[in-house]
């Protein structure tokens, strides 16, 4: 066995209404005004109000940025932190799904450290965190509330960069199922799968331990087994409860195993074409599993199994079975079926395929990956 390390280092709160511990944890952690990062749609539906009245109970004043849009740029990590700095806020609630968490990561980089967050791109640039981040994901979900990285558009190169830093990890992360009963259909369906994509990238990861596996094969479990339920009834109590258990394990996984080719390659997808990160995942899936099967060692049959809950024998099971499996689930969850239907042309991806191999997934990748496999693999899920 290869040696590994391993470290949780935040705090998680998990469980139904867990919301109201919002304003012990700020004081917990010495805050005295929250600055709270969300997006617009939840804002209306006033769940960002409801954020900053659990904190006013309490005494515990706020200022709220709502202006995370999908796949957050640059541009809006500058506002968000000029915002910060104005409000005279001493920590961050980040409230929402993957973007505004993104967005309260880079905005606590930059209002810490100075500069523009593009100068903090890579692994272990960032020197230190002024600004504690409580975080609250409404989704099911990213796992950004227990991950070290940030991922921002930069629109100047069409490319998604991500900052890593053990400081960015948020130090409390309130995981609250009524949350996540008001999600719109898509977009539990498109983050639900990015999870299950967290978990099964973490699994068959080079850089896997058997820590992060029993996360990734336990958030597998999860989510199999309740993405459907969840995503046909959003209120359905206990789906939605494993739901967030299952992105929570698997973000756990990967922020210690990385992912793979599919993240590799989403990225430009979303970069270039704006395309929703978990959708872009969903319809790259299918086509990477089956280009990674040849390197399978037996970890395809734990996952199918994981996923499916069939409970069948190894002699029964082939590598196809799993990507038919994954297709057939992007299917009924109404994801699109290809990369063409989500408006991505042809002539980009040669530029999405050098950015795709700039990501530090691909190292991890379980297959040995070259341009041309890239390449390849974008013309295959081009339908
Ligand atoms: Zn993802």
Redesign the pocket.
């Known amino acids: 066995m290869e040696s590994f390390s391993f470290s949780i280092p935040q705090n998680i709160v998990f469980g139904a209404g867990s919301l109201k511990r919002l304003p012990e944890l700020g004081k917990r952690i010495g805050g005295k005004k929250a600055y709270i990062i969300s997006g617009p749609h939840l804002n209306k539906i006033g769940m960002v109000d409801k954020c900053a009245d659990a904190l006013r109970s309490e005494g515990i004043e706020s200022e709220a940025f709502t202006e995370t849009e999908g796949n957050p740029c640059t541009d809006t990590v500058k506002k968000a932190a000029k915002g910060y700095m104005e409000s005279g806020a001493d920590f961050i609630v980040a409230f929402g799904g993957g973007s505004p968490l993104d967005v309260a990561k880079a905005v606590a980089v930059v209002v810490s450290n100075g500069g523009d967050i593009t100068e903090y791109e890579g692994v272990g640039k960032v020197k230190e965190i002024t600004a504690d981040i409580i975080a609250i994901p409404t989704t099911a979900g990213?796992g950004s509330e227990v991950t070290a990285f940030a991922v921002i558009t930069d629109h100047s190169r069409n490319y998604k960069l991500t900052v890593g830093s053990e400081h960015i990890i948020p130090k409390y992360a309130i995981l609250d199922p009524e949350l996540i009963y008001s999600v719109p259909e898509k977009t539990a369906a498109a983050c639900g799968v990015?999870a299950l994509?967290?978990a099964l990238e973490a699994y068959l990861s080079l850089a896997a331990s058997p820590f992060s596996d029993m996360f990734a094969i336990k958030a597998l479990e999860l989510i199999g087994k309740n993405i459907c339920p969840y995503v046909a009834d959003r209120s359905n109590v206990k789906a939605a409860e494993a739901m967030l258990l299952g992105s929570l394990f698997a973000g756990i996984a990967f922020s210690h195993a990385r992912l793979g080719n599919v993240?590799a390659m989403s990225h430009p997808v979303s970069a270039y074409f704006d395309v929703p990160?978990g959708v872009a995942?969903a319809i790259l899936l299918p086509t990477i599993v089956e280009f990674n099967a040849l390197s399978d060692e037996g970890k395809y049959y734990d996952i199918y199994r994981a996923v499916s809950g069939k409970n069948i024998d190894s002699k029964d099971f082939s590598s196809g079975m799993l990507s038919d499996f994954l297709s057939k689930l992007n299917e009924s969850l109404g994801i699109p079926a290809g990369l063409k239907t989500v408006g991505v042309s042809k002539d980009k991806f040669d530029v999405m395929a050098d950015d795709a191999m700039k990501s530090g997934n691909i190292l991890v990748n379980p297959r040995k990956t070259t341009k041309a496999d890239i390449l390849n693999l974008y013309s295959k899920a081009y339908i």
């Open positions: 990213t990015d994509v967290h993240h990160h995942n």
